[in-house]
């Protein structure tokens, strides 16, 4: 008898399936940035169509032009400032007007300062004793309103359509604290050594609140919300400080810039469906300890 061909696809084009991003479209804050631009090649990678904004809008137009041309897809860079409703608005309207729709948000925005000593003899700015509430202001409005904000109105809009993810980044510090340690510098009082501030740690602990509740809030009109907690970066960081720091991680170094996009797509894409108001901790083991 002769054999009946199947036209069911195979088990691995549907694998591949699950990942695919295709048409899609993503927006990104802090899109410019080092993660935010690796976000976006992430999302391109796989046939989406990324968004890029941020406050430094030609930097993200330049890169939106470069992920564009290399990936062979529409990208679209955009200056907005995401603590300010009305530009989190504009950028909302320009996306559904550029593209019809919005699939995704990555709110990957926030102040990160260099932890810097202020003086010889003088207390550093970034202890608790001495931050300046001007700093906390500013890292909690970008951080963390800003991350509410673009779930207000990007994910507002996703509601109403009945389908969307939002990926919310945070840090291995949102699930431990900073090891100061690791800042010290030699021949200082205790109350001149420079330390990891306490609003980064702050901010990046409140966007898991901000990701259960928007993961439930939503579930019923088909929005999923999810975080992801990357460890440090190498970024050109003094050599002493990147070995400090691998002491504390198992796999004994920082994590390439590159190291992150699977999970993002994973996060993003179908083949995460069951996976809703988690987090998903990358960090080569660090909080392990």
Known sequence: MP??????????????????????????????????VKHAEAIAEMGGLPVLCDVRGEEAERAAARIAKRYAVRALGVRADITDPRQVATLRDRTLSSFGRVDILINNAAC????????????????????????WN??????????????????????????????????????????????RQPKRAAAQQPVKPVSYSVVKTGLLGLSRYLATYWAAQGVRVNTLSPGGVAADQPEEFVQRLSQLIPLKRLAHPDE????????VSDASSYMTGANLVMDGGRSCW
């Open 260 to 267: 992150y996009k699977a999970a993002v797509v994973f996060l």
């Open 112 to 135: 990160n300062p260099a932890v810097t000593a202020a003086g010889r003899n003088g207390p550093a700015w970034s202890r608790l004793e001495q931050f300046p509430l001007k700093a």
């Open 138 to 183: 500013r890292d909690v409005a970008v951080g963390l309103t800003g991350a509410f904000l673009c779930s207000q109105a990007i994910g507002g809009a996703m509601a109403r359509r009945g389908r969307g993810v939002i990926l919310n980044i945070a840090s291995d510090l949102s699930v431990i604290a900073p090891d100061q340690r690791i800042y």
């Open 3 to 36: 054999t009946t061909t199947s036209k069911r696809p195979s088990a691995r084009a549907q694998g591949r399936r699950l990942f695919d991003l295709t048409g899609r479209v993503a927006v990104i804050t802090g899109g410019a940035g080092l993660l935010g």
